[in-house]
Every structure is written in structure tokens, then in C-alpha cells.
């Protein structure tokens, strides 16, 4: 296993959670690491990503609610759910993104998944 999700669970709307993913440190040492979350009959959607080079991006739904970080000591990276809206139920995904090979270069490019944690609201 290299993309171990934790901190999933039940919580009513206004409440938190934070889950955490912990990878191998070869993984760890990619590009980015990134959060998504999918719902049964939706495409997955991404919700936060952060990059080797501490760059961190949200998804517009997000609003400020959401706050992603990483503790590279051990190899974890956190999202941090605070006033959690129902629409919010889905299971969360933790993804490392590795550069592979593009043309004459390379790209950044999601190529490990965990398997996911589920988050009900």
C-alpha cells in the first residue's frame, strides 16, 4: 500500500474533519499531492492540490472552507474540512502526482490513488 486515507466518517452540517494521508516517501517526493472526492454518478472533482513547491490551489466550491497542508517530517498531507455542507458527501480521494514522461519533457501528472475515505454529511 502506498497511499494510506484516514479521518473519514459521519458528521452534521456545520461540523469538521480531517483527514490525513500518509504516502511513501518515493511518492511523497513527487510533483504535488492532491485531494479529490467523487459522488456515485458524478465525476471526480478536485479539491485541493499541493505542490512540492508549497503552491496550493482549491477547488471553487471549496470557498475557504477546506484548508490543505503537509508535514513533509512524515510524509502526510492534511485536509482540514471545517463548516461541512451536505452537498460535501462523497468519498475523498489522496492522489500523488509524479512527473512521466511528455513529448521531449515531462509533465506533472496524478498516477498513484488511495483508496479512498467516506465522508457523510
Not at 23 to 45: F, H, L, N, T
Not at 83 to 92: E, I, P, Q, S
Amino acid at each position: 500500500v502506498q497511499l494510506v486515507e484516514s479521518g473519514g466518517g459521519s458528521v452534521q452540517p456545520g461540523g469538521s474533519l480531517k483527514l490525513s494521508c500518509v504516502a511513501s516517501r518515493i511518492i511523497y517526493d513527487g510533483c504535488k499531492m492532491r485531494w479529490y472526492r467523487q459522488v456515485p454518478g458524478k465525476e471526480r472533482e478536485l479539491v485541493s492540490s499541493i505542490g512540492n513547491d508549497g503552491l496550493i490551489m482549491y477547488g471553487d466550491f471549496v470557498r475557504g472552507r477546506f484548508t490543505t497542508s503537509q508535514d513533509t517530517t512524515v510524509n502526510t498531507v492534511y485536509l482540514q474540512m471545517d463548516n461541512l455542507h451536505t452537498d460535501d458527501t462523497a468519498v475523498y480521494y489522496c492522489a500523488a502526482a509524479t512527473y512521466v514522461p511528455h513529448g521531449s519533457g515531462t509533465q506533472c501528472k496524478v498516477t498513484i490513488w488511495g483508496q479512498g475515505t467516506q465522508v457523510t454529511v
